[in-house]
């Protein structure tokens, strides 16, 4: 019979020994043929499924906006920064890529997390919010450096939009907006961000396209894949600040003196 030898890796998502290489058991040439776009692929490589239309949209959507926010946020400002030091490609986007976090770009996972914890115990958007501040935990996914009340971030619209169309089921953003209201009456500055906006739209994704179990979904949550859409996103936008800084030929940035407290 069979001797099977005891192997050192285990792989699920993808095979490249057979005549073509297959995403989740889909051939390169079916991925091509059949009009794949790049939320199929993701939802192959990561879901290791193929998902209907309009999560792959959805999908593709969120690449699209998250891809790049100006030069002034944390990951485009690093990578500028390291760019100027004249490092490489691949220096330069890590660094920018590094300040991905609970801060910055990188509450996705913890916006569900926390979300789907307050909705599924049944906590009102008042029980939840005064629940994080008595654990002196910021609520991820609310809050944002310049967007306002009444100055709300055109993503989160876009993505809510996009969701109450074609979504079968928005509770769990719905959920999200009604923290967001109670929040806003604490601070003009409370507002749902693109992270929250995400977090919470791909719960309803999770839950209302009949395509995961729920054990599924709670793996999902817990093991945190929804902050690699920020990251794979924003990797576009500081692979572009790389190439406008060597393109400009920007020498080696120094901070002005004059913006430094310099204080004992
Ligand atoms: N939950 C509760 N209170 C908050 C939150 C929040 N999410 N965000 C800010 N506050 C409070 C602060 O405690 C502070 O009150 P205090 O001065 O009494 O302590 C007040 O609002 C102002 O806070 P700042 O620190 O000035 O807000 P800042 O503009 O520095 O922070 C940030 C912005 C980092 C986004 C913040 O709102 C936050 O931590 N949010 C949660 C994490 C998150 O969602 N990050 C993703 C942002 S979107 C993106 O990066 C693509
Ligand atoms: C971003 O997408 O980078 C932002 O929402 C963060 C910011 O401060 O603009």
Redesign the pocket.
Known sequence: GKVRAPTHIISTISDDRGEEPCYAGVPMSSIVEQGYGVGDVISLLWFKRSLPRYCTKFIEICIML?AD?GPC?S?AHNTIVTARAGKDLVSSLVSGLLTIGPR??GAIDDAARYFKDAYDRGLTPYEFVESMKKKGIRVPGIG???KRGDNR?KRVELLQEFARTNFPSVKYMEYAVQVETYTLTKANNLVM??DGAIGSLFLDLLAGSGMFTKPEIDEIVEIGYLNGLFVLARSIGLIGHTFDQKRLKQPLYRHPWEDVLYTK
């Open positions: 998250c926010h946020v990951g910055f770009g944002h450096r310049i971030d961000n693109v």
